[in-house]
């Protein structure tokens, strides 16, 4: 079975503008988190959708949104970017909302310039 | 507020040398640690859960201990390719509505032949 896929690996954007970041979860698999991980940092929390509805949002601007699609993939669109949004940016799925063994995609490195 | 501290941030070793990595945790009751992996450019890769004070799990050269206040990753008789980020996580009590994972900076391993 394929894992967790993102795309695109790699982005290039200028200030002010927007981005939206893709991802397919393992079949079978219901819930999507996404994840900013700052160069030197650990991920930090930023949405948990399950079954199409968000279920957990980490401390982050209204800027950043998401949201899952029927199918389970999910997109994660951040308005208005500013330098500090540079990251990798890693989604992860489980089987269901509870189970935390989350198996992780190899992320989008988002670069704003 | 959970928090995750690791240390060391960084760690060479030699072929063969043992050791231990430190993850010291604050959380509003503990419902599981995780160990991760993670090398340049990829997503983190689970490697263990520990749920309660007392528990080990074991994976080749790697094995995990918890208590009440930390854990240790213990790496035996490392190779190169154990060279990687090790990545320490802990959810929170379902009690507390927080189901994301809290992250620490991570210790990056680095083992020389």
Known sequence: DAGVTQSPTHLIKTRGQHVTLRCSPISGHKSVSWYQQVLGQGPQFIFQYYEKEERGRGNFPDRFSARQFPNYSSELNVNALLLGDSALYLCASSRDRGREKLFFGSGTQLSVL | ?113
């Open chain 2, 1 to 113: 507020e959970d928090q995750v501290t690791q240390s060391p941030e960084a760690l060479r070793l030699q072929e063969g040398e043992s050791s231990s990595l430190n993850c010291s945790y604050t959380v509003s009751g503990l419902r599981g640690l995780f160990w991760y992996r993670q090398d340049p450019g990829k997503g983190p890769e689970f490697l263990f859960t520990l749920y309660s004070a007392g528990e080990e799990k074991e994976k080749e050269r790697l094995k995990a201990t918890l208590t009440k206040k930390e854990s240790f990753l213990h790496i035996t008789a490392p190779k190169p390719e154990d060279s990687a980020t090790y990545l320490c996580a802990v959810q929170a009590s379902p009690d507390t509505g927080r189901r994301a994972l809290t992250f620490g900076s991570g210790t990056r391993l680095q083992v020389q032949p």
